[in-house]
């Protein structure tokens, strides 16, 4: 019922920028983190981003200086700018959302489908 979309991935040369976003659907009472993700094969799954409601925000130290999470709490909208990328930021990115589907219900966490980015050297 609760649907996380992502657009905005593509192929960019090194020192590009590129812009994702994640818009959350459905039926839903409150959304609180979001966060962004990314993976290559053969690794773990690895948190870039993370941003609450209320605006505190956490960024992993291979990203700081480039990448900004933003969100526009009345569209439950999500978005990655991603500056000065590198080949090394070469990933899918995965968009990550806690969400209370229902008054008095827990939060659980819902995942995007994942856009590819790639960096060329």
């Known amino acids: 019922q609760v649907q996380l979309v992502e657009s905005g991935g593509g192929s960019v040369q090194t020192g590009g920028s590129l812009r994702l976003s994640c818009a959350v659907s459905?039926?839903?009472?409150?959304?609180?983190?979001m966060a962004w993700y990314r993976q290559t094969p053969g690794k773990e799954r690895e948190l870039v981003t993370r941003m609450t409601p209320g605006g505190s925000v956490e960024y992993s130290d291979s990203v700081k200086g480039r990448f900004t999470i933003s969100r526009n709490l009345t569209t439950n909208t999500a978005y990655l700018q991603m500056n000065s990328l590198e080949a090394e930021d070469t990933a899918v990115y995965y968009c990550?959302?806690?969400?209370?589907?229902?008054?008095?219900?827990?939060?659980?966490?819902?995942w995007g489908q994942g856009t590819q980015v790639t960096v060329s050297s």
């Open positions: 459905g039926r839903f009472f409150t959304v609180r983190t």
């Open positions: 990550n959302a806690d969400v209370r589907v229902r008054l008095g219900s827990p939060r659980a966490e819902y």
